[in-house]
């Protein structure tokens, strides 16, 4: 017979392991390089589109900004979504204007890190705080997309479609975050944040 303490037990175990199978099963996929290596030419709307989903260092970190402001909450919410998209703006004007930047894909694979860290130990600093941590990474986003965009066959459309996927991620990271919060008092979105923060160290030493 099954008790509701063995239950418990069980649940705790495998909420602890979590983060370690969620980070296995990232590991697997391509490195985050590759999201920014293209065999020809950009196309446009679509390749945008596609761009973000399938550069799995964006995915995460534009997820994690997502998960991170429903775990804040209050204005967080929506103002850590909307101000992560109008920096990589700029740094992806900075990108096609040949503006330098050393270190971009480092300072990528460390926003994945910084971001699934803050929502693993439920940060939760002055609003302030986080918009600068993420405008600082939202630099390094958009300045190494800015870079590939004049290659694109229709650079206008590629850009809209970049934000517009941009855009939905974080969506999908607020409702993410706003259902895992409800649950096992937030210690499954932690879980989450931690998995997250397991793959930018492997994509900051890889």
């Given at each position: 017979?099954?008790?509701g303490n063995s239950l418990a037990a069980r649940a705790r175990v495998s909420l602890r392991l979590l983060p370690l199978g969620l980070a296995s099963l990232l590991m697997l996929l391509p490195r985050p390089a590759s999201a920014h290596v293209e065999g020809g030419p950009l196309g446009g709307f679509e390749s945008g589109f596609t761009h973000p989903i399938f550069g799995m260092d964006?995915?995460?970190a534009m997820l994690a900004v997502g998960?991170?402001?429903?775990?804040m909450g209050g204005r967080a919410i929506w103002t850590l979504p909307v101000t992560f998209p109008l920096i990589m703006a700029m740094g992806g004007v900075a990108g096609m204007a040949g503006v330098p930047l050393p270190h971009v894909e480092l300072g990528i694979a460390l926003s994945v890190l910084a971001l699934g860290a803050a929502i693993a130990f439920a940060w939760k600093p002055a609003e302030w705080s986080a918009l600068a941590l993420i405008a600082v990474f939202a630099v390094c986003h958009g300045h190494?997309?800015?870079v590939e965009l004049p290659s694109a066959a229709d650079p206008a459309s590629y850009a809209v479609g970049f934000v517009v996927a941009t855009g939905l991620i974080h969506v999908t990271g607020i409702g993410v975050g706003l259902l895992l919060g409800r649950l096992w008092d937030g210690k499954l979105a932690q879980a989450l944040g931690a998995a997250i923060a397991?793959?930018?160290i492997y994509f900051a030493v890889a």
């Open positions: 017979m099954v008790t964006h995915l995460l998960i991170w402001g429903a775990q190494a997309h800015g397991a793959v930018g």
